[in-house]
T-cell receptor
């Protein structure tokens, strides 16, 4: 598609439950990025992919967070054993190639109760 | 340690006038800079970018200026329109270091008054 599509828009989980977020990048884009927006105006990089390969995972909390981008499937970000501090808006972005602008989806708001 | 700083949390301008949004950075490895506009409950929308080999890039009403020696960039919007009212984010990456992740500033809320 012509836009980055993120689902669901809003996800509510109890503390300790699993959360899974999905992202369909723009067709033809090779790079996918995940960012976490905890406070209203602060974006934190989590992980990036080049096609289905992890490119940079320096921002990922190792223990509970995992992500995949498999061929012919939306990319996913999964959080095991969620904590209150995981409450945030998670944005996915894609770019055609390195050095090209990243285009963002509208995010998934994750609320941990 | 904030590597990209937008020191003005908010800016208010009159419709038709120029809006100037500023951004400073500290990491000398940054070589690609972008401006995004964000409305509430939506994702950032890409506006304009500039590579460190240039000092100016223009696209319609939007112009970005880069001063590498001062580690400063600015976004000019002329003329400003009420629909430009949004939060504007400056972002940077270090492509030369094969580091494509974006580092964002904290944003500037622009209000354009009719």
């Amino acid at each position: 598609g012509e836009e980055v599509a993120q689902t669901p828009k809003h996800l509510v989980r109890g503390e300790g439950q699993k959360a899974k977020l999905y992202c369909a990048p723009i067709k033809g884009h090779s790079y996918v990025f995940w960012y976490q927006q905890v406070l209203k105006n602060e974006f934190k990089f989590l992980i990036s992919f080049q096609n289905e390969n992890v490119f940079d995972e320096t921002g990922m909390p190792k223990e509970r967070f995992s992500a995949k981008c498999l061929p012919n499937s939306p990319c996913s970000l999964e959080i095991q054993a969620t904590k209150l501090e995981d409450s945030a808006v998670y944005f996915c972005a894609s770019s055609y190639d390195r050095g090209q602008p990243q285009h963002f989806g509208d995010g998934t708001r994750l609320s941990i109760l | 340690d904030q590597q990209v700083k937008q020191n003005s949390p908010s800016l208010s301008v009159q419709e038709g006038r120029i809006s100037i949004l500023n951004c400073d950075y500290t990491n000398s490895m940054f070589d690609y800079f972008l401006w995004y506009k964000k409305y509430p409950a939506e994702g950032p929308t890409f506006l304009i970018s500039i590579s460190s080999i240039k000092d100016k890039n223009e696209d319609g009403r939007f112009t970005v200026f880069l001063n590498k020696s001062a580690k400063h960039l600015s976004l000019h919007i002329v003329p400003s329109q009420p629909g430009d009212s949004a939060v504007y984010f400056c972002a940077a990456s270090a492509l030369g270091g094969s580091n494509y992740k974006l580092t964002f500033g904290k944003g500037t809320l622009l209000t354009v008054n009719p």
